[in-house]
């Protein structure tokens, strides 16, 4: 009989399950603990800056359509786009150490960016400033609870 | 509700998602019932989904057989073993966003863990420095195999140098091809084979002191 067959035919003899001696599920469960918990906060804020965003898309566009019959500057302060994006820098630069908490930071970074856009554009439309504001609390509250690297 | 318990009249069927005994349905049949590889998709989703459950069930499923590849690699140090085994399945929890559903879960699994094992041999770098050349000299011919007991058989692979039990165990018992194994050593294809024959001759010899 040729040599390599037995050779593999005889060390499958090894081959095979062998269950660990004890029970490694308790000690697994308890080191991915955390993971959900984060994955969770993580989809939260992600959610949360896209609601923003599509709120604001939503807005600005039936803002610009109805801008003909709706006087929308009456009451709101005039708006200063230039000197509201030197006050709210972006925070790109404190990008949180946990991958997890670094997508949050950049769903945010984004949503934030294009609210300053939108507010190029509309530079009367209140209700995005209070959805930048609301972006740029959230990304500080991550800041605050993920150190940056 | 437990695991066979019949529904009351009137009670609408619990959510699958709800079902943490083993018997989460996949288009209306219990995981119990289906293929392995569709079971352990499933389970896969359910626990990409975050169900611990659900990865407590794969973990369950497939810890014999990660565990038994870890055990032959690592020499039967089987608390190193378990350490590696529970490595593999930490891993994989925090992978499993990333699994394809290309091949199976078990493929994968058993991949993962192999891979922990060798990460860990390569960490240790317990090797006898064996100079390729001269391993590349001794790869010539045949090794004539020595019949053996399994629990011998064991014992003399354990005893192997770190390296040349790895190239042994991965060719010989998983089924590796040489290509494979010189990307996860990463060593020549050559030294490779050339591994391979010297584990094959010490091992002769071993036995055949018995």
Known sequence: ?149 | MAAGEALKPGTPPPHPSSRMDGLALTAGVPIAELPARDADAALVRRAVGGEATAFEQLYRRHAGRVHGAILRLVGMDRARAEELTQDAFVQAWRKLGSFRHESAFSTWMHRLGVNTALMDLRIRREEDATDSDELLAAAGGEVPFCAAERGDLERAVAALPTRARAVLVLHDVEGFKHEEISAELGMAVGSSKAQLHRARGLLRRALADR
């Not at chain 1, 399950?17 to 939260?44: H, Y």
């Open chain 1, 1 to 149: 009989m040729n040599h390599e067959f037995q050779w593999r035919s005889e060390m499958r003899k090894l081959a095979g399950d062998a269950q660990p001696q004890r029970d490694l599920w308790p000690q697994i469960a308890a080191r991915i603990a955390v993971r959900p918990a984060t994955s969770r906060w993580r989809m939260g804020l992600g959610l949360a800056a896209t609601v923003l965003v599509a709120a604001g898309v939503v807005a600005l566009a039936w803002r610009t359509q109805s801008a003909n019959t709706i006087p929308i500057a009456a009451t709101a302060p005039a708006y200063d786009a230039t000197s509201m994006a030197a006050d709210n820098a972006p925070l790109a630069w404190a990008v949180p150490a946990d991958p997890a908490f670094a997508a949050a930071s950049r769903d945010l970074d984004s949503a934030s960016v294009q609210l300053q856009q939108a507010l190029e554009q509309q530079p009367q439309a209140v209700f995005l400033v209070g959805l930048l504001n609301r972006t740029n609390a959230q990304r500080m509250r991550l800041l605050r609870q993920a150190p940056s690297v």
